[in-house]
């Protein structure tokens, strides 16, 4: 997995995404560490080059320094995703696809990110995996 990396909930109700210092490591706030919690079953993670992971949920592995965590205002731990499918791939525009229609369903909830030209425009406008993922950090 390469860091950052969007995340989209159970039936593309909800995407966000996590953003990471390192590679291969996924940070999360364990209050969402919950089974029955929206944010941790049942996701579809994309990472910064397009591989596609499933996850049934995460697992805490350790706690991150409290420096970290009072940054994010919550007790941060480095999670282990628990896959339910094999990993595959989606080229940008499938995924370009995807995120709009994610974002067209709560259209209110992303207007304050609209820099002038359009939320839909901006998404259909970047050029790799890593620039759409931080349109949404």
Known sequence: MKAPYLVFTK??????????NYDNKIIWGKSLLNKKSIYNSDLCLV??????????EFVSL???????????FC????VKPILYKDE?????DNLKIRVW???????????SMD???????????????KELILLFR
Not at 75 to 78: D, F, S
């Open 101 to 111: 229609n994610c974002v067209s369903k709560n259209k209110s909830f992303w207007i």
């Open 88 to 92: 595959l791939t989606i080229t940008l």
């Open 62 to 72: 350790q706690k991150i320094d409290l420096i970290e965590s009072i940054k994010k």
């Open 115 to 129: 820099d002038g030209r359009g939320i839909e425009k901006m998404i259909f406008d970047t050029n790799n995996f």
């Open 47 to 56: 990472d910064a080059v397009g591989n596609v992971f499933f996850i049934k």
């Open 11 to 20: 039936n593309d109700s909800k995407l966000f995404s996590l953003s990471s």
């Open 75 to 78: 007790v941060m731990v480095e």
